[in-house]
């Protein structure tokens, strides 16, 4: 009986040892895990899934009338995709041209770019808004980042970032139809940004800031032509605007100047959870500033402010959309 015991004993030590060996980085994982929770943690620009490929079913393409029957004569032109670069989406869009010679075309791809994007907006003596961009191509990007288009809602903002031309966005082009916004491209900075690199505007209004979006995209957007029209079936591939990275951020809106405190106390709270989705927000922030702007407590929150930003339980563009609140 005593041999049995002592044996049992030896196992369960043997056990405790097995468990805190084996155990232990298992432990330390799950509180890594826990403790990158608890921060703040931007996402990069969100990518939509897209394919380049050879089309597998076309017409044949119109070269011209016959001059004795009248008919259209028409040929097959081999459409097809080549793979120059994958990391820096470069493909050559190939086919037979009008003069039954081969044609090439480079295309790249405005999306094989990793953008983050931080802002922040801090309200002068004369009670303008000043709007801070920085737009980071990250190191895993495959190219440059070649422009930055910021949207807002108002009538008065105006590019301060010494440069050269912003232009605005036609609202004709869907991707852009929603209130107004400006571009910042190769134009304005004079140069691209590699990954890696960063650039940095700022606007200027008299609107607070509310959540808005922003696209950005990267490379060269011209074709590299081959001297003749490119056929519809590769035309049809480009995507456009369509394939700029897109995410939110903070900008000028208007219709903010008219609301009462507690309808801007309700437009914080209303997006609190969307704040915490894109990462701006720790869980624990979220709860906290939930249950002081529902019970209107609005000092409570302009006083934690600064140092959550610290301890990045939110981040700058959390900061200026609750500053703007008072």
Not at 154 to 177: C, E, L, R
Not at 190 to 205: D, I, T
Request: with cysteine; charged share 25%.
């Amino acid at each position: 009986m005593r041999f049995h015991a002592a044996l049992f004993l030896k196992r369960m030590k043997y056990s405790v040892f097995l468990l805190l060996f084996f155990g232990l980085p298992t432990l330390v994982g799950c509180s890594s895990s826990q403790q990158a929770q608890t921060k703040v943690q931007r996402k990069p620009l969100e990518k939509q899934q897209r394919e380049y490929k050879t089309p597998t079913n076309y017409e044949p393409r119109d070269r011209g009338y016959d001059p004795k029957t009248g008919k259209m004569i028409t040929y097959d032109h081999k459409p097809r995709v080549e793979i120059l670069d994958q990391k820096a989406g470069k493909y050559a869009f190939k086919w037979i041209g009008y003069d039954g010679k081969e044609k090439t075309a480079i295309f790249q791809r405005g999306d094989a770019i990793d953008v983050i994007v931080i802002a922040a907006a801090s309200k002068t003596s004369d009670g303008r808004y000043i709007y801070k961009y920085e737009a980071q191509n990250l190191p895993s990007s495959g190219t440059s980042l070649a422009g930055l288009a910021l949207q807002n809602f108002a009538s008065d903002v105006k590019p301060i970032t010494p440069g050269g031309f912003a232009g605005q966005m036609s609202n004709q082009i869907v991707q852009f139809k929603d209130g107004h916004w400006i571009r910042f491209g190769n134009s304005f900075f004079g140069k691209a940004f590699e990954p890696g690199e960063q650039l940095s505007v700022e606007l200027a209004s008299s609107s607070p800031p509310g959540l808005v979006e922003c696209r950005a995209h990267g490379g060269e957007s011209n074709l590299e032509g081959a001297g003749e029209e490119m056929p519809s079936v590769l035309e049809n591939l480009l995507p456009g605007y369509a394939e700029w990275p897109k995410g939110y951020t903070i900008g000028p809106v208007e219709s903010l100047k008219a609301l009462s405190l507690e309808q801007r106390i309700k437009y914080v709270l209303d997006r609190l959870p969307q704040l915490r989705m894109l990462g701006w927000m720790t869980d624990e922030a979220v709860a906290r500033y939930q249950v002081h702007l529902k019970r209107n407590d609005l000092e409570s929150v302009l006083n934690e402010l600064d140092r959550d930003v610290k301890s990045e339980q939110i981040s700058t563009e959390v900061r200026a959309i609750i500053q703007a609140i008072k």
